[in-house]
């Protein structure tokens, strides 16, 4: 591995006897939108908490642009940071708050002040420049948080769910935000959350973790369809997991064996050990039946309907086949006509669509 | 309907509290050759004079002392682990269940030239002749002090706690060293409680009446004593209830202007907003 900008080798925090971090090892390039994804009690805050300085790393180095951080206190990282629940002082107004930085890197008043306009200007807040924080809108808050981290210009831009506390609609119209900002001032962004949808649309590259490892690293639509594990294909979006009992590999492909039944595979080398099969609903077409169960690339099989719920451009499906209950979603358009409970059908996904994922996170070859 | 359950307590004070002063400031118009010959003696009498800048140069340095050691405790209250902060709050608490009497008397006990903390010094060498602790100023100083701490204490922690930590992180995140940060963040936030706490002992200290007659030893007489004094000696009523209605004003002018910077709310175990 080449060194990155931002490097993260063999991270171990322990509280007590307690693991917090179990050995992460990270590298991103400059520019990058990093996001630690993972459960809560994951470490991923842990992780990004060591990197600001404010959690003492048990074993392990960070290394910024060459730069040792573990050694350094956090006002001396010079890196931002936008804290869960943004940490404004509520006893300055929003262009204190974001001259505050500068001030304290003994910048001159008029330099000062016209970077504050600037900053403001760019994340919309120009005419708010005199309120209290109070006196803002979550959203607006989350904003100022940003504008007195991006004030100074630093390397890296931490952000520590910076959208957990507002509600659904505003979330989607600030990770647009956010995506923009990063794209206009390109400063590299490490960002961490326990929400999917977050880490699959704002970021470039997304670690996911589990119990205080690392389970895969890699780009948004490499980790949605090729995950790793069991837990990557349940945590990043829905999946239906079955444990694979065994898998031979014959001259016409590789099957595997799924509740007794042989179903044809696409060979997955990464997985050693325990492996099971993700297969994502969308992947599952639903038909009349009868079709054509020739076609050596798809994988056809009988389903009994048992539940139908109807989202407006898709169809949710909860089916029982051979190798046990499934979910599908169809578009609705595709569907023809409505499937009713108890009906039977036929199911088929091309053989590629099923993964062959690990069972376990720790057995997982690590790279 | 409810009227009737607080109508106790008005009563009670009305008769008990407002009524009675009322009949001083009555008093302290009417007494003696009325109510110019009274204000006007407070106003120029030399031994007055003295005795109140006595009381306000006590005052002040006490309440200076008492509220900084105050936010020193009530800081590392913020910072130390439960458990020791349980310990910690006991120590605090337990000398208001004691009686101010005999607090006084202990640190008579404690202080006085033949006492544990002379012996001591001695003994090491620091000195050779006993050191006059009590009977003096300072004697009354460290009992008003003493006494005080619980006061100043409880008010700030109260405040403090309400502080978010993360802004003492997102100071530091920003580039602000340890002081800076709490310089530039923390002390201006816990003001409010500072101000509280300062209302609190102030007014507190110009009150004080047992401390300084037991630990001042007779030398040191404070206003409270000198209003007693005045009127257990038989002296003048008129002059007594005049001294008091001018305390009683800056004691109210005192918690009129300060407490308008005051966080109550946070002292009195409300919520903020």
Redesign the interface.
């Known amino acids: 591995m080449s060194a990155g900008f931002l490097e993260i080798r063999n991270l171990v925090k322990r509280y007590g006897g307690a693991v917090a971090v179990d050995g992460a090892s990270l590298s991103i390039a400059k520019g990058d939108f990093l996001t630690l994804l993972g459960p809560s009690g994951s470490g991923k805050t842990t992780i990004l908490m060591a990197i600001?300085?404010?959690v003492k790393p048990t074993e392990g180095e960070i290394v910024l642009s060459g730069r040792n951080l573990v050694p350094l206190?956090?006002?001396e990282r010079?890196?931002?940071?936008v804290?869960?629940?943004y940490?404004?002082?509520?006893?300055m107004t929003v262009a204190q708050n974001v001259a505050?930085?500068l001030e304290?890197?003994k910048w001159k008043p008029d330099a000062i002040a016209k970077r504050v306009e600037e900053t403001l200007a760019m994340v919309d807040l120009t005419r708010f420049a005199d309120r209290r924080p109070?006196q803002l809108s979550g959203g607006q808050q989350q904003r100022v948080a940003l504008a007195?981290?991006l004030s100074?210009q630093p390397d890296l831009l931490l952000l520590d769910e910076p959208l957990s506390a507002l509600d659904r609609q505003l979330r989607a119209r600030l990770q647009d935000e956010i995506k923009s900002l990063h794209q206009k001032v390109g400063v590299t962004v490490v960002n961490v959350t326990h929400d999917q949808d977050e880490a699959l649309s704002m970021s470039t590259h997304i670690a996911v973790i589990n119990r205080g490892r690392i389970v895969q690293y890699g780009t948004p639509d490499d980790i949605y369809e090729n995950p790793a594990t069991r837990f990557v294909a349940r945590f990043i979006g829905r999946s239906n997991v079955a444990t694979v009992e065994r898998i031979e590999t014959k001259s016409d492909g590789a099957s595997a064996l799924i509740a007794g039944q042989w179903l044809p595979v696409e060979p997955n080398p990464a997985v050693a050990g325990k492996a099971a099969l993700s297969l994502r609903p969308e992947m599952i077409e639903i038909g009349p039946l009868g079709t054509d169960r020739t076609d050596a690339r798809k994988v056809v099989m009988d389903a009994r309907i048992e539940n139908c719920v109807y989202h407006g451009g898709t169809t949710a499906l909860d089916i029982r086949t051979a190798i046990g209950p499934l979910r599908a979603e169809m578009p609705t358009s595709r569907l023809g006509v409505r499937p009713t409970a108890g009906a039977t059908v036929q199911a088929s996904w091309p053989v590629r669509a099923g993964r062959i994922v690990s069972e376990d996170d720790t057995a997982l070859d690590q790279q | 309907m409810y009227v009737f359950f607080v109508l106790p307590a008005a009563l009670l004070l009305f008769f008990l509290y407002l009524l009675p002063l009322a009949r001083i400031l009555m008093i302290s118009a009417t007494d003696g050759q009325g109510f110019v010959a009274n204000y006007g003696a407070v106003l120029t009498s030399a031994p007055i004079h003295r005795m109140v800048w006595t009381t306000v140069e006590i005052c002040a340095i006490t309440t200076v002392a008492t509220l900084l050691i105050s936010y020193l405790i009530a800081y590392v209250l913020l910072q130390v682990s439960e458990r020791t902060r349980m310990w910690m709050m006991l120590c605090i608490l337990v000398p208001l269940w004691v009686s101010v009497l005999v607090r006084a008397f202990a640190w008579i006990a404690v202080l006085n030239n033949s006492g544990p903390v002379n012996s001591l010094l001695q003994y090491t060498g620091l000195t050779d002749e006993p050191v006059q602790l009590v009977r003096n100023q300072f004697g009354v100083m460290l009992g008003m002090v003493h006494y005080m701490l619980p006061f100043g204490i409880l008010p700030l922690y109260a405040a403090m706690k309400g502080i978010d930590p993360k802004l003492i992180s997102a100071a530091r995140a920003l580039g602000a060293r340890p002081f800076t940060a709490f310089r530039r963040v923390f002390l201006p936030l816990s003001l409010p409680g500072l101000y509280s706490a300062f209302v609190i002992v102030f007014i507190f200290s110009l009150g004080f009446y047992v401390t300084p007659a037991i630990l001042g030893g007779g030398r040191i007489v404070m206003i409270a004593e000198y209003i007693a004094l005045l009127i257990s000696q038989g002296y003048d009523w008129g002059i007594a209830a005049a001294l008091a209605t001018m305390l009683l004003s800056v004691v109210l002018a005192v918690v009129f202007i300060a407490g308008r910077f005051a966080d109550w709310d946070s002292v009195l175990g409300g919520s903020r907003r």
């Open positions: 600001a300085g404010f206190e956090p006002e010079d890196l931002g940071i804290f869960q629940g940490a404004l002082f509520p006893h505050f930085p304290l890197r109070a007195r981290c100074y």
